[in-house]
């Protein structure tokens, strides 16, 4: 089994800056990829931004992309978020989510990674 467990959310002031970090563990992380997705509430879970675990390749959405920055450290097994510029409509749920040992080809989509994190909160304030 894989464990995803992130910290670092909070509430910031637009403009301001947070860190996100998300701890992998377990005998069976293998993971292709790594993402975070978010979820604000009445809406549907939205794809953040991913790296692949191997090779460091980036991708983001539109709406993070400039702002914010996924980077990993393999050795420690763990992802980051860096979140700059925030704005009141990044307010979500941030949840951190792994792949398996393989890529299906899309990487902006949940169905993608088999194993998710409990989420933590994020609340930009105007």
């Known amino acids: 089994q894989v464990q995803l467990v992130e910290s670092g959310g909070g509430l910031v002031q637009a403009g301001g800056s947070l860190r996100l970090s998300c701890a992998a563990s377990?005998?069976?992380?293998?993971?292709?990829?790594m993402g975070w997705f978010r979820q604000a509430p009445g809406k549907e879970r939205e794809f953040v931004a991913a790296?692949?675990?191997?090779?460091?390749?980036?991708y983001y959405a539109d709406s993070v992309k400039g702002r914010f920055t996924i980077s990993g450290d393999n050795a420690k097994n763990m992802v980051y978020l860096q979140m700059n510029s925030l704005k009141p409509e990044d307010t979500a749920v941030y949840s951190c989510?792994?792949?398996?040992?393989?890529?299906?080809?899309?990487?902006?989509?949940?169905?993608?990674?088999?194993?998710w994190g409990q989420g933590t909160q994020v609340t930009v304030s105007s």
């Open positions: 989510a792994a792949s398996r040992s393989y890529y299906r080809g899309s990487y902006s989509s949940p169905s993608e990674y088999a194993y």
């Open positions: 377990g005998r069976r992380f293998n993971a292709w990829l």
């Open positions: 790296i692949k675990w191997s090779g460091g390749s980036t």
